[in-house]
């Protein structure tokens, strides 16, 4: 009886001690840490701003990640009104306004990727743009390109560790443009030379800063991987600044 009694006492100490240690996680973050591993994740910043589920949303992505993407509010959609018209409220608390000011990332130890200053798609570039198409020439357009850039890219100079300068310019269906790139503005107005002066006006804005490419259903290989990693080596052959490829 006595032998009996002690094995159940075990059992019980060992149930307690694995529902304590499920409530008390270490975090994702520092398991990441302790191999070597950078972890990040999305997030909205109005969520953060609003102090969503009573706090939980921002303590969640505390603990378990080091880096953001900010999901929407560095796109051109959520940040460029017009012709020399920003809208950097979101961002500016995220970052702080500027170049010696910090924002919530900054104070919670947070790094930054901005995603992103170009989507290469006309339903993600901003109506006012799209309305006033027939009359923006082509070297007005190269000027409201490096306009939108440097004003954003050089607000946050420091403070962003990556950008993804061009996101999702390829076409799933068969084009006959260079690299099946999509029909968007820029394309329209720059050719795939609006690639280019992206990555290279980027660079100029902020040159410690990290610059990618970011492209979607080409983890599994096939055409438009290939397409995909041909665009690339013609940005390193035309020596553009690209530092990486983001995969989604």
Known sequence: MLNSGVILLLLFYCVCNVTIHAQNPIGLKVSAFHRGLLLGSSAHIRYLRNIADDGQYSTNLQKNYDLLVPEGEFMPLHIWMGENQYNFTDTDWLLGATLNTTGWAQQNYFRIRGHSLIWAYDMRIPRWLLDQESSITPDKAKSLLSDYIH???????????????INEAISDRNETRPFNLRDSFWYR????????????????????????????????????????????????????????????
């Open 151 to 165: 004003a954003v890219v050089g607000r946050y100079r420091g403070k962003v560790e990556s950008w993804i300068v």
């Open 189 to 248: 107005k720059l050719g795939q030379d609006f690639i280019k002066y992206a990555f290279n006006f980027a660079y100029d804005a902020d040159p410690t800063t990290n610059l990618l490419y970011n492209e979607y259903n080409i983890e599994s290989g096939g055409i438009k991987a290939e397409r995909t990693l041909t665009f690339i080596n013609w940005l390193q052959s035309e020596k553009i600044p690209i530092s990486g490829m983001g995969m989604q």
